[in-house]
């Protein structure tokens, strides 16, 4: 699936975009995204939108959103504007 | 009285008489102050059948109770008249430091009225006021004008409120800066202050805002600035990343309008992001008077040097609704604006307006003659035509009287993506449905300021709302947000704040600023007394709320092609009628007596 990153996390991974296979749902991606960058959860620990093909996992199913390898998923700490 | 110095300004241009018109706590306690009293003061003296750009509409300039106190983002100020684009009631509003100023000078507002026979600047020192000639600043960009007053009244102090050459030329879309490229954008009061012959107001002021309890003022501001240091956005993302840092996320969620809304999904969108910007060009952040968040972007570039901006709106309004990518073309696009006074959201929904005409064969190469042809994704177009409209040269001439008169002279009116006239702002409506009510239902027109569904539906504050729910529950949120909005907007504070503020936090600074006892639920209806004010300002101005309170077709009719939204349109019909009944309003969208009555309004009606 594709990973896309945006705001300080592109920072704190240095990258904006990864191809990660096998998590099956967005928590499994999450403890995947952690292990391959530590301290990634506690970034997200003050709020996240995660959107998988642009659907907010809100909607979805949260964390247990499923996942399979087509799936675009994409990370942004909280944030707003106007 | 304290917050507010209970005077208003009155300058009359006509006669040169300048005047103090006092007014009393009973109704400060009404209207509070800024947005909320200009409205009151607009409709109490003004016909709103008046003409626009006539020497009967006021233009009315003020801060709030907190601006120019410590309250955190206290320097906003607000410009309300009529608007010359919609015919209707607009408040622009504006940061920088020019609202606290004129607090400091000891005045709560101005109040504008008739017009001068030349060009002329009033330069207020506490109470010293003179209309002085502005005949040699006639013609000037902002900086130019702003740096001769300067020179001229001799004060690195003096802050200065004033317009570009479209002010002059009655851009309809024409903006009031201050503080460089600071903008009380939207709507045309820049052409109403042109109307007037007025190039500019420059203040200089030496008091202190009278404040009933100092003590307990200062801990209150000092938790609620605390708050918003600790919010991730007010105090994370916003500073670091700038109002931009929206592009993605909107983009991501598929409603980033582009190509004049014809689809929700821009593939350029990170080269022109917050990120991005801040990767390349960004030099430090503004912020504006007392403001811990300090959204506000320095850039500098070869080409144009250290210039402030763009914010999210011009990002994108000069960029993917263009269909151009280049951020350094959108940056001297958006610095160009700046300079002649132009609303760059207007600016940018005129083009693409003129863009899809000419995509779709009804404004012709032959009609263009040399100039650059209107072309999705041409910079040159930019930076030409901004300066054609902004002089009104040309085809310019056409283009200043904004979107929907350009495309209803093609006979195409619903190529405007426009509300009441008003351009709409960088979130397409089929993507966030309470966003799009929002839009229909605006005082001031397809605006997103003062009621950002967004926030709920997209950003999850104060909590996450499903765009495409359609219930009472995201009807009602709306109604809350439009109250709200005005509410802070008669604070004299920024709406960033909300981020990390909820009512109370409001309540509290104004109690302890004004020595009031008010509970949240009072504020809030202070809020709803102007939205309603408002309301009836534009119904008898000629509003008919069953043609007006409306979207442009395309969100109506033509599903979102693409992404996340696809297939989705805009349920107005379901939720207008809801909207206007938990508003207490008239099934015709109007406010009957009982409602005014309730809200001590019936005068006006
Ligand atoms: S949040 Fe931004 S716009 Fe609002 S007062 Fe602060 S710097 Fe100005």
Redesign the interface.
Known sequence: MLV?L???L?EFTGK?KLEISGPKTVGELLEELDRMFPGFKKELE??Y?I?V????I??LRGLDTPLSDEDTV?I??????? | MYGNWGRFLRVNLSTGEVKVEEYSEELAKKWLGSRGLAVYFLLKEMDPKADPLGPENKLIITPGPLSGTSAPTGGRYNVVTKSPLTGLITMANSGGYFGAELKFAGWDGIIVEGKAEKPVYIYIKDDNVEIRDAGHLWGKVVSETEEAIRKEVGSKKVRIALIGPAGENLVKFASVMNDGHRAAGRAGVGAVMGSKNLKAIAVEGSKQVPIADKQKFMLTVREKINKLKND???G???P???????V??IN???LYPVRNFQTGVYKHA?EQS??AMAKKYLIRNQPCYACPIG?GRVNKLPTVGVTEGPE??SVWALGANLGINDLASIIEANHQCDEFGLDTISTGGTLATAMELYEKGYLTDEELGDAPPFRWGNTEVLHYYIEKIAYRKGIGDKLAEGGYRFAESYGHPELSMSVKKLELPAYDPRGAEGHGLGYATNNRGGC??KN?M??PE????PY?M?PHDISDEKVKMLIIFQDLSALIDASGLC??TT?GLGADDYRDMLNAALGWDFSTEDYLRIGERIWNAERIFNLRAGLDPLRDDTLPKRFLEEPMPE???KGYTVRLKEMLPRYYELRGWTEDGRVPKEKAEELGIAEFL
């Open positions: 896309k945006f705001a300080t592109i904006r003050r709020g939108i959107l093909n642009g659907k907010n809100e909607h994409s942004f700490p909280p944030a707003g504007g106007g | 991730p956005v007010a994370g993302g916003l670091k990343y700038g109002t931009a840092v929206l993605n996320i991501e969620n598929g990170y917050g990120e959204c999210y709106e997103h300021i950002y967004i926030s997209i950003l999850g504050y996450k499903d709406l960033f981020f992404g996340p939204n």
